[in-house]
């Protein structure tokens, strides 16, 4: 059974946090909209369906690589210029690390990561 982590992530440079796709990626303007936008890619299946339905085989994407966390929680807030992100679900940390990729790519940095 999981657990719930909170995973403490930053970005240094947010104007950077574009993921590899253009149609996948973050387009917000600020910390709270990266927060809603993470928020979102951790609660429901659309950023992770829409990624699948690119795949050359969608039929072939593990399966478990859907699940989401409905209860996930995400606040962001600007710390010396970078932007700290405190994220709290029960996923595991593969599945979060796809999802930021696909929305910001490889711009962020787990600080920490402790049982919830």
């Known amino acids: 059974m999981p657990f719930r982590s909170h995973y403490y992530l930053s970005i240094d440079d947010l104007s950077q946090a574009k993921g590899p796709v253009p149609a996948l990626s973050y387009d917000g303007a600020g910390p709270d909209d990266l927060a809603a936008a993470v928020q979102e890619a951790m609660r429901t299946p659309t950023l992770f369906e829409r990624w699948r339905a690119m795949q050359a085989d969608p ?19 600007v710390d010396d210029l970078r932007i700290d992100v405190d994220l709290i679900t029960d996923l595991p940390m593969s599945i979060v690390r796809h999802r930021l990729n696909l929305l910001i790519g490889p711009c962020w940095q787990l600080r920490d990561m402790r049982k919830a």
């Open 59 to 77: 039929d072939d994407v593990d399966p478990s690589q859907a699940v989401i966390d409905p209860a996930a929680t995400v606040s962001a807030r």
